[in-house]
């Protein structure tokens, strides 16, 4: 089955875009921001579906900057808590593509995404041609796979993230869900979006659909406005969330699993949507047409709370305890992400004593390394460790995690990159001459004078941060990758040290990859 599966990833990954042409796609979305969008009706309609199917998976669609996953995962499982049988859409993937595709909470099964997988790509390979029409892209091909899996598992809703803004995102096909919510904003795929957080304000808001509730955290005045405006033009009453803090649960604050403040705004989203979505489901809702209204801060029903509790969402300000190593995992990739990031960071391990922090780093896209890394510097790292999101260096079984937008000179030109940038903000030097060590091969790192190194792939930075102390990581690795004798002697004090806290931070998919060789169970 694994071998099927591998056959069936391979091919999903036959639609990612080539680097070479990543640049025209962007320019061509720029120009036609709706073409991808219109695209998505006619290759919906070769796999024998309309629009008009979408309507009976009852449909929460979320979008936002920072959360919107979070608030998903939220909502997924407070619903999933009263006996629904629910779907979840969402990306990115941390390990496995099946991720992005969830029954019940859970990912599909190997044997379902493979039977349902070559459903969609026959149907949609076979109507090719001079008078069909091409592939979807990888997205968007995941989404119509999605859809079709949810119709044929009979789920009761589907909580559906947005990929990338909203008005022209692939999953704005839907043309009635039965509430919309909008997390946090900020700046982010401004190439896409908009230089401006108006501009992303506007595309967000574009899931907003005529009568149908939307809901929004607190935004700025700017974003805020523009949201206002869409809901108006849109015909879709609008309510702000509470805080948090305002809900009665009788029984003290509500409790999360996701650590970090944060969280807390994803929540009341999350409550708002649930609740709105039962009241559809119990035709006991009450909506006014249009305007701007401050939501309820209601009593949470004991599922509601418990849901809250309950709620797992790996990556995400995630916490792993391996002996004297604990690894402090969170996804954050934006500035405002980056800076709750730390604060938890630093709150978790303001009480260690004798022990030491090493930083794993990456970012990738457009985004500002150097702003990001400024926020981390106030960590007070004793080490600096960047590697690209390539999870190891042998990629046989690996299809999961296969990037084609980007070549390998392109990722670790960034990595080396990302270094002098923490160089410079940490006020270092690097040696003359800072090179790549091993010739005609993937680079192992590149040396400095300081404790920052750069490693090819991930698995390689983990070895040299656990110093074989990691015994989950020990377990996992098939072999060690070999590192040069002066590398290995700057690991003495990770060897010594009473207690190391690693942060691993500024990509998902950096993340994901540590993931699979750090928790065994969810690579499984």
Known sequence: MCLIVQEAVCALNTL??????????????????????QAMYGFLHRTGLTVEDLDPLNIIHVTGTKGKGSTCAFTER??????????????????????????????ISKELFTKYFWEVYDQLDGTQGPHGGSMPGYFCFLTILAF????????????????????????????????CGISSLEIDHMSILGDSIEEIAWQKAGIFKPGVPGFTVRQPAGPMTVIKDRAKEKGCPLWVCPDLEQYETGAGPVHLSLAGQQQHCNASLALQLSKTWLERYRQSGVFVTVGLFLAPAFQPSSIMLKGLEATEWPGRTQTLRHGPITYYLDGAHTTGSMQACVHWFRQQTQQEEGGHRVLLFNATGERDSAALLKLLVPCQFDFTVFCPNITETITENNADQQNFNVSMENVLTRCLDNQS??????????????????PDRLPLLAKTRTHTLVFPCILSALQWIGQERDGVLAAAASSLVPVQTSVLAKATALKEAAHISVLVTGSLHLVGGALKHLDPSIAS
């Open 421 to 438: 940038s923490w160089q410079r903000l940490s006020e270092t030097e690097t040696q003359q001459g800072s090179e790549l060590l091993i």
């Open 16 to 37: 990612q875009t080539n680097a070479s042409v990543l640049d025209q796609v962007r320019k061509e979305r720029s120009e036609l921001p709706d073409r991808q969008l």
């Open 148 to 179: 079709h899996v949810f119709l044929r598992e009979r789920v009761d809703l589907a909580v559906v993230e947005v990929g990338i803004g909203g008005a022209y995102d692939c999953t704005n096909i839907i043309r009635k869900p039965w509430v």
């Open 78 to 107: 407070i619903l999933r808590g009263y006996g629904f049988r629910t779907g979840f859409y969402s990306s990115p993937h941390l390990i496995q593509v099946r991720e992005r595709i969830r029954i019940n909470g859970q990912p």
